[in-house]
């Protein structure tokens, strides 16, 4: 009986110390933990699980860059394929599950300040020389994997691919525009701000008038990561956008006419936007730009015509 009554301690003591240790976990993520179907709160006593903290990070471009040279110029990479190409100043969000992907998050905010390579497949077999600098902006822990909310913040060359599993990892440098023709940069940002807000209203008029353009797509999620498709919209004004990530235009990293070329890019097809990521000329970029931007406002203007006509 007393051997019997001591087992009995012991297992009682064992229980105690399992679900402290458990709970322990449990608030160093703010997550809930369940023994046989029962959700425990945090240790304060509350009988509602908290729901999963949502993390913010800051000054990660900014240490990435000043660490970049002692860690080797190593960066760790997501890969996409053309159809997700990532364009300075866009944002995207992520659920990454695989114990790969939460691998590199996890070394991503330890040592690379936040920050990642967008790399992106030009084809099944080709890799881009070139691919876009993210910087993890926040983070929430999920029941399965992680919620993250990325923003592209610049671009790197990709010299070599130093590791491939369990994740991508490659040597890499920061990219920028060459310097150019201030005059002539200065009129193509003029140019491609009046197109771009031409094509702003015209849109805007023909989605009033109930023309029935799609402007999105629902988004799905492909083995860890989200992929989606884009379709050209014009509804915000380019100073605007540019307003929203002046952060970006510290330093002599980023011009704002560079920034801009790429903002007016947004939602165009793949093919332009990867060409618009190997360029290093922004005038050069604000004329691409303004090609596309031409072609699509004869489209619109097509689109008023038909339905003026009650053809559409």
Not at 240 to 246: D, F, G, K, P
Request: proline residues 3%.
């Amino acid at each position: 009986a007393e051997a019997m009554r001591r087992w009995s301690l012991w297992a009682a003591l064992l229980v105690v110390v399992q679900l402290e240790a458990c709970l322990k976990v449990a608030n160093a993520f703010n997550v809930p933990v369940s023994f046989s179907g029962a959700k425990l709160g945090s240790m304060k006593g509350s009988t509602r699980a908290a729901p999963p903290r949502l993390h913010s990070t800051s000054m990660g471009l900014a240490e990435w860059r000043e660490n970049h040279e002692s860690n080797g110029r190593e960066l760790g990479a997501l890969p996409f394929g053309i159809d997700d190409i990532l364009l300075p100043g866009e944002t995207k969000q992520l659920h990454l599950y695989e114990a790969r992907f939460l691998a590199l998050f996890e070394e991503s905010i330890k040592k690379h300040g936040s920050c990642l390579a967008h790399m992106f497949f030009a084809s099944q077999q080709e890799l881009a020389a070139t691919a876009t600098l993210v910087e993890i902006l926040e983070w929430r822990r999920q029941d399965v994997g992680v919620f993250v909310r990325v923003r592209a913040v610049g671009r790197v060359k990709i010299d070599d691919v130093k590791s491939l599993d369990p994740y991508f990892v490659v040597i890499a440098d920061e990219l920028a525009d060459e310097p150019g023709d201030s005059e002539a940069v200065a009129k193509a940002v003029d140019e491609v701000r009046s197109l771009r807000k031409e094509c702003c209203e015209m849109q805007s008029a023909l989605t009033k008038d109930g023309s029935g353009l799609s402007l999105r797509t629902s988004d799905d999620f492909e083995w860890g990561h989200e992929k989606s498709k884009i379709i050209p919209e014009f509804k915000q004004d380019l100073d605007q956008m540019v307003a929203e990530h002046a952060d970006l235009l510290k330093g002599d990293h980023v011009t704002e006419p560079e920034l801009l070329s790429f903002l007016a890019m947004s939602g165009f097809d793949p093919v332009s936007r990867l060409k618009a990521v190997d360029l290093l000329d922004t005038e050069q970029r604000l004329a691409a730009v303004k090609e596309l931007l031409e072609e699509q406002r004869k489209l619109l203007r097509a689109k008023q015509s038909l339905q003026s006509l009650g053809m559409e």
